[in-house]
């Protein structure tokens, strides 16, 4: 899934693609479906005497020319030119779609800082028999979460993957709980010492809270989705986590 | 009949890219107002891209642009993730939601983003993901090199052409640069030119993974760099580049051959840089000899002077700028508005969450990007100042 040609205003149907395909297995890592890169500086392509396994991507073959590196990166996959000319084509002129907000992922010491800035403790770990916690995925996750691999001279990601994108939700809904019980005492979340609570005693959403982790101004549809996904199911606790991951994820599909 | 021109433009322009055969797409800027050969073409716009053509003035057509709102809450919120890497407080939030003049708060919690230290670690992984390198001190000398300098606002060209402090440390707890100047041996530091972790890193045969840092990391284009606007014709086929065909060696590797493709579209270019990386071993300390080897079969050999150049030839960055060593390429390439315009496109890029320029084509067509390029001239090539008028821009701000 290349979300680039994705404006910003296009995140929610990113979310509704992640939340119909991923939403079932969200209390579990998914696999990750990213290459792992185990190569150092010096590796492939670098070792004179290792003629045999210079790089592909060459141009011409191999009886008359030699093979060429198609990117920088070891293992990093070449552009596909009809899968570009497709995306440009969707995104229009390049005087207009320059100009136009696209989708980045979230980098992840940003997803890092976000949650911890919301009271989650990146440092816990799951017990026995438990999913994995919102710290243990990320830190687990660093392939699916498009990370950079310096010694493959590849760096982080732009765009999200599926794989990416679902985890982030996976995230997002393993880190709900704490969310909700430490955004009152949170710093990012207080005005003059004083952080609103998630819910209201109602049970219906507070819209500084959800301003808090939306990073702007909520709206009324805001709250009214908020509420929407409190009042939806039967298990009320369940569903304000939903709610919470639900926000963040529609919020911060893209950066 | 346009989509069909872009579909098929495109996987030209890749194909180009990828150093086949044939010219890179046109750089723009054209300021350098001279009738020789194009230099590396790279972040440029596709030219009349955007033109209504025969002298007609465009007629005014609605646009995606004119769908946008001004929404300065949403633009604060995805400066402060893209600049300091978390979202605004509630403080924040609020002050700006409740501010009769909503652009001038904003524009001052920007001041404060580029003023807070965290943006100085931002910048450093912006680099290093640029550079595609980092991870330890010694790989991470120079993003942080780059970053130090953008933080300071320091002429972007110090990159390649600082003699001194181009090995800086950067303390992620305190968010904080300390200078430190390379131990590797050079002769004479030229930024991030002679930087040992990038010489590691990039170190292969001949050189070459060298030069094709330097060019796809600084000049925003791959190989070939130098196009001239009417081809030869060598044993049937067309030679693009400036340079004398016969410039480059042809034993034991035959930079001459045409049989596939015309290597010389690219090696003339490549093989007059390459000399000046050669001495760096493979663990970036700089040698009295050759370091790099010839992957001839079934025994490579180290790389003698007569595989890249001919004999006589001088080492240059582009035909007609000769330089004799790494600090001569840094100012070379100081010089190059090319290396300016990748820079620029870069920061773009980096705004509007867009794309690889090299990689994915990701260009930015000079309607965008002049002015940026004129304000950055203007400020002594300060990034972090061009940087931040783009976060202060009408794109930016609109969603």
Not at chain 1, 97 to 115: A, E, F, G, V
Not at chain 2, 126 to 151: E, H, N, Q
Not at chain 2, 350 to 373: C, H, Q, R, W
């Amino acid at each position: 899934m290349n979300t680039n040609i994705v404006t910003k205003y296009g995140h929610l149907a990113v979310l509704g693609v992640a939340l119909v395909a991923f939403a079932p297995g969200c209390a579990e890592a998914p696999t990750g479906l990213g290459k792992t890169h185990t190569s150092k500086p010096g590796d492939q392509g670098s070792d004179p005497n290792d003629v045999e396994n210079q790089p592909g991507n060459g141009v011409g073959s191999q009886s008359d020319t030699f093979d060429h590196f198609q990117t920088l990166g070891d293992g990093e996959a070449g552009p596909d030119p009809f899968a570009i000319a497709q995306q440009r084509e969707e995104e229009g002129p390049p005087e207009i779609r320059t100009r136009l907000h696209s989708c980045q992922k979230m980098q992840i010491t940003t997803l890092k800082n976000m949650l911890t800035s919301f009271g989650v403790d990146l440092t816990a770990t799951a017990s026995n028999g438990q999913p994995p916690t919102a710290g243990q995925l990320i830190n687990g996750g660093g392939t699916a979460l498009g990370g950079a691999n310096y010694a493959a001279r590849v760096g982080e990601q732009i765009v999200w993957t599926a794989a990416g994108a679902a985890k982030q939700f996976d995230i997002f809904v393993q880190a709900a709980p704490e969310i909700i019980a430490n955004i009152k005492t949170a710093p990012a979340c207080q005005v003059n010492g004083t952080g609103p609570d998630m819910f209201n005693a109602d049970n219906t959403c507070n819209k500084d809270a959800i301003s808090c982790l939306i990073g702007k101004p909520a709206t009324d549809e805001h709250i009214a989705i908020c509420n929407n996904l409190v009042t939806s199911a039967s298990d009320i606790d369940k569903c304000k986590e939903i709610a919470v991951a639900t926000l963040l994820s529609a919020a911060h599909s893209c950066e | 009949m346009g989509r069909k021109l872009t579909l098929l433009a495109l996987p030209l322009g890749m194909m180009i890219a990828a150093c086949a055969n044939g010219a890179p797409t046109g750089l723009s800027g054209g300021d350098d107002g001279n009738d020789g050969p194009s230099t590396g073409a790279g972040n440029g716009s596709p030219n009349g891209s955007a033109g209504a053509g025969a002298g007609q003035p465009a007629p005014p057509e609605h646009t995606a642009l004119d769908d946008r709102t001004l929404d300065y809450g949403e633009a604060l919120r995805t400066a402060s993730l893209k600049l300091v890497r978390d979202l605004p407080t509630l403080d924040q939030i609020q002050k700006l939601a409740a501010a009769k003049d909503q652009k001038a708060a904003y524009s001052a919690a920007l001041d404060a983003l580029f003023a807070d230290p965290r943006f100085n670690a931002r910048m450093v992984k912006f680099w290093r993901d640029t550079m595609r390198i980092g991870g330890d001190p010694d790989m991470d000398a120079a993003p942080v090199l780059a970053a130090k300098i953008m933080s300071e606002g320091r002429p972007y060209t110090d990159l390649f052409t600082a003699t001194s402090g181009t090995c800086p440390t950067f303390d992620p707890d305190t968010n904080t640069f300390a200078d430190g100047d390379c131990q590797n041996g050079v002769p004479a530091a030229a930024g991030v030119l002679t930087n040992p972790g990038v010489m590691t890193q990039f170190y292969s045969n001949m050189a070459f993974r060298r030069v094709r840092w330097v060019q796809e990391t600084f000049v925003c284009t791959k190989f070939p760099a130098e196009v001239v606007a009417t081809p030869k014709q060598v044993d049937g086929k067309d030679y693009t580049s400036p340079w004398d065909f016969a410039s480059i060696g042809n034993d034991p590797i035959n930079f001459q051959d045409t049989s596939a493709v015309v290597c010389a579209n690219c090696h003339t270019s490549i093989n007059h840089i390459a000399p000046l990386f050669g001495n760096f071993d493979a663990n970036g300390q700089y040698q009295s000899s050759i370091q790099v080897m010839t992957p001839t079969a079934p025994d490579p050999v180290t790389t003698q002077m007569s595989h890249w150049l001919r004999a006589g030839e001088k080492t240059s960055w582009r035909s007609g700028v000769e330089v004799a060593d790494l600090p001569g390429l840094g100012k070379a390439m100081a010089a190059d508005p090319d290396v300016a315009e990748c820079a620029v496109a870069g920061m773009w890029n980096f705004t509007m969450s867009k794309e690889d320029i090299v990689n994915d084509l990701a260009t930015v067509p000079d309607e965008v990007l002049g002015t940026y390029k004129t304000k950055f001239a203007a400020s002594g090539m300060d990034l972090k100042a061009t940087l931040k008028q783009m976060f202060l821009s009408d794109d930016f701000t609109k969603f």
